[in-house]
């Protein structure tokens, strides 16, 4: 059975009200236990849940040490093209947005490079608009070859595709994949993407599946806060997680929280969450799952990054450029998004150090088994 089968067995509104009417002894009884099931998840995101944010962030901070220590992972995202075919109401890259486009040569790629290694980077997340003409696979597997020899973990976030086509990136060096749903709310994910391939709610879902049977080393998953109901969304996010970690056990998972940001042409956000209910579902994940990886991006503010540090965050973008050329060949091109914390990648690695946190370079499992890290004790 594949998760399509198993998120058609579930109603939207039933598991919403399901989640808003779990209690405070639901709540206590989730944070008493050592394996926690998916309606104790809920329990953890429902309203009933923010009285014991300071208890929830307790336990997230213990069971965050407890695997990663006291690291952070540091990653960069690398823009290669806005160019997109797509009509999405939330993103600046929209087809129908009227912006000059621009899709990155080799020659600009390895300028890029050289301006991101100067920084430190070791793991760099290659993004693009979904535009198949033009940055289709034959595009992202020539940007992969030229980027492997500078970095030791290779991540994108491109447009979903087939089975076979993942097989011939993973060939090229890829490890990771994000792939977010965006929202699982149908009838609303129809309304926010009309246009493109995108506009196929069944094939995004499916994609986790096709990445599996693919035999990728990790996943990214993940909803845009601000389209839907942010606990839903996340129930069903988390839903998928569960099964994907059943099936395609091997590989490995993070969950990310980009909450809607202002961009030109988009939408604004139909619910806010609060960096408060933002702190509440990081921790809900850790507690809930403590081998995952949770990320948070440049999107935030730096007030709110250097306080969820403790918390469960174990990997985090800075110094980001959100337009393609931003690093060293066209700083002033369209950005996707506007980001919030603009703190150069130093800053962010000394503000990491003075809470006595290390930043590390490379894929978790290849850092904490090099220098043969006692977790335990840190």
């Not at 307790?58 to 823009?79: A, D, E, I």
């Not at 997109?84 to 390895?110: M, P, V, W």
Request: glycine share 6%.
């Amino acid at each position: 059975m594949e998760f399509k089968e198993i998120f058609n067995t579930y109603n939207w509104d039933e598991v919403k009200a399901s989640i808003y009417s779990k209690t405070e002894a639901d709540v206590l009884n989730a944070l008493q236990k050592e394996n926690r099931t998916l309606e104790d998840f809920k329990a953890l995101i429902s309203p009933a849940a923010m009285p014991h944010l300071e208890k929830m962030a307790q336990l997230s901070q213990q069971l965050t040490r407890k695997r990663f220590g006291k690291t952070v992972q540091m990653y960069v995202p690398l823009y290669l093209s806005n160019e997109c075919q797509n009509i999405c109401t939330y993103c600046g890259f929209s087809f129908d947005n009227h912006i000059k486009r621009k899709t990155l040569t080799d020659a600009e790629i390895l300028k890029e490079v050289e301006a991101i290694k100067m920084l430190g980077y070791d793991h760099v997340l290659l993004v693009t608009g979904e535009a198949n003409q033009t940055v289709g696979v034959p595009y992202l597997k020539n940007a992969i070859k030229l980027v492997r020899p500078f970095f030791s973990h290779i991540s994108v976030e491109v447009q979903p595709l087939d089975q076979h086509e993942y097989e011939e990136l993973i060939a090229e060096g890829l490890n990771t994949v994000l792939v977010y749903q965006e929202t699982y709310h149908k009838a609303d994910y129809n309304i926010h993407h009309t246009k493109g391939r995108k506009s196929n709610f069944d094939y995004r879902l499916e994609t986790p599946d096709r990445l599996g049977k693919a035999g990728i080393y990790k996943i990214g998953l993940g909803v845009l806060i601000g389209l839907e109901d942010w606990r839903t969304d996340s129930f069903f996010n988390t839903l998928h997680l569960n099964y994907l970690e059943k099936k395609y056990w091997q590989t490995k998972y993070t969950i990310s929280f980009p909450r809607l940001r202002p961009a030109e042409g988009v939408v604004l956000p139909k619910v806010i969450m609060t960096d408060k209910e933002l702190v509440q579902l990081i921790c809900a994940y850790r507690i809930f799952n403590g081998q995952i990886e949770l990320s948070i991006s440049t999107r935030e503010n730096e007030v709110f990054r250097n306080n969820i540090i403790k918390l469960g965050i174990t990997s985090m973008s800075a110094g980001s450029k959100t337009n393609p050329g931003g690093y060293a060949v066209e700083p002033e091109s369209l950005e996707q998004f506007h980001i919030s914390d603009e703190r150069s990648t130093e800053q962010i690695a000394e503000m990491l150090k003075q809470q006595g946190y290390e930043p590390v370079w490379k894929d978790w499992d290849s850092c904490l088994t090099n220098a043969n890290y006692d977790a335990e004790s840190a």
